[in-house]
């Protein structure tokens, strides 16, 4: 087996481990940590750091309810609501508290579980944050933050992973991508924003940007490729970004590390964080990205009429990222019928990115000779041969964006085909009609297709030109 496969699997199983729901990282830590007791009554109550979460004086309740022999509920002055044991006035055993409406939050949308000693949390802990639909799973000690810590949204998802001690982030910590399957590490501030060196990784593991990040964003990166992965406590040594030499990163964290990275620079051209406006696509629209370099190319498309198509560079595997869509980011009004082809609003270059935001690539950024920062745009249409889909991705450049992500495996020099997904009603006549062949290709009837139509006007209330079929 290859070296560069054998890190490659290192980093996919370290990456399976700590996205895993059934991987409890709390266990390992605590089974790892000789001081750690979860069941020690003699917890000390005047920590030298401030307790975040504590029930340590009930009399201070404005309220107390006893809901039976072993429960109470407890309201403070300011807002917090426990409900759990109580012992001389403190809080013990398993127990909820209901955080207080604050300037970001309101009342009821943060809740943190887990358990008390002598008031104060003391254990693994879970934290729902109902507005943001994320959970998070932590680790108390002394009613401080300290140990592993993973933030999952509602489905399941991991989206970040790292450490507390003492109650601050500490070492490397790990975000993934609003995609699922593009990822950050580094080190953050007490906001959970990126600062200095950051490793950021595209979802084949072995292209990367490493820069620098102030606030969350990307001042100043430069391209590099993984060619080593291991676990280990080694320190930044080499060039440096933006040199030839080789960057080994050392991802070490407290008390459960995570790998050390080396990698080597594969060019010299800097990027920074530029997310496209309403009025601008990109500052640098001639600056393009190096894994679409390496993996698509755009000449005459061999659909009939289409004009350039896209196509891949290199063999490309079933669910691979093929290339990204970036785009003007046009506002969507909610109260505003949907866009018909004919509009004065209408595009074939229109794509959704969420339920408030569209993409689009303006006639002045369809040639590649005025915009090739992303070339996801000149991806041709087909139903019957698609290979490919449009995916949620994020980017250290270019932010929050769309990517094109392969179905199948494609051949080098195939081309890369997506369905546009236009709601029916609203698209133009050359994708009603390949619309009704691919149907008849399938074989089916005329009253198949028949009902198939009424079925799409009842979803879009639009109805479809009957000549059509």
Known sequence: MAQNELHLILLKEWLRCVQSEDF??????????????????????????????????????????????????????????????????LGKGHAELQLPETEDFSEGERIIRGYFINGLLHGPATLVDNRQCTSTLIIFRNGVRNGPYRIFLRGGTLIQYGFYRNGRLEGSQLRIGSGENSYYIGHMDEKQKFQGNVIYLYPNLTKAIIGEYKNGRLVEGHYARLINAFMGDETLVGSGAGGSGTILISSQSWKIGFPTLEFKTTGTQSIKYDPSTFLRISRTPLLKDEYETETVYVKDSRIPFAGEGLFAARNIGEGELVCLFNGY?????????????????????????????????????????????????????????????????????????????????IRKDEEILVSYNYSLGCAPPWYQQQWIQYLKDRGLSKEAIWKLKEKEESKSGIAIPDHLF
């Not at 369809?366 to 698609?386: I, M, P, R, V, W």
């Open 24 to 89: 409890n990282l709390a266990d390992i830590f605590l089974q790892n940590d000789n001081n750690e007791n979860v069941n020690n009554n003699n917890i000390n109550n005047n920590d030298e750091n401030k307790s975040e979460f504590q029930v340590i004086n009930s009399k201070l309740a404005v309220s107390v309810s006893e809901e039976d022999d072993d429960e109470y509920e407890l309201i403070f002055k300011d807002g917090t609501k426990y409900i759990g044991g109580l012992e001389n006035g």
């Open 329 to 409: 980011r046009i506002t969507k009004n909610n109260c505003k019928r949907s866009i018909r082809y004919g509009d004065e609003d209408w595009s074939d270059f229109r794509l959704t990115l969420d339920k408030c935001t569209d993409l689009d690539i303006p006639e002045d950024s369809q040639n590649t000779k005025d915009y090739c920062a992303t070339l996801g745009h000149k991806a041709c249409h087909s139903f019957k041969e698609k290979n490919s889909m449009f995916h949620d991705f994020e980017h250290p450049r270019f932010g929050e964006i769309m990517s094109i992500v392969a179905l199948k495996n």
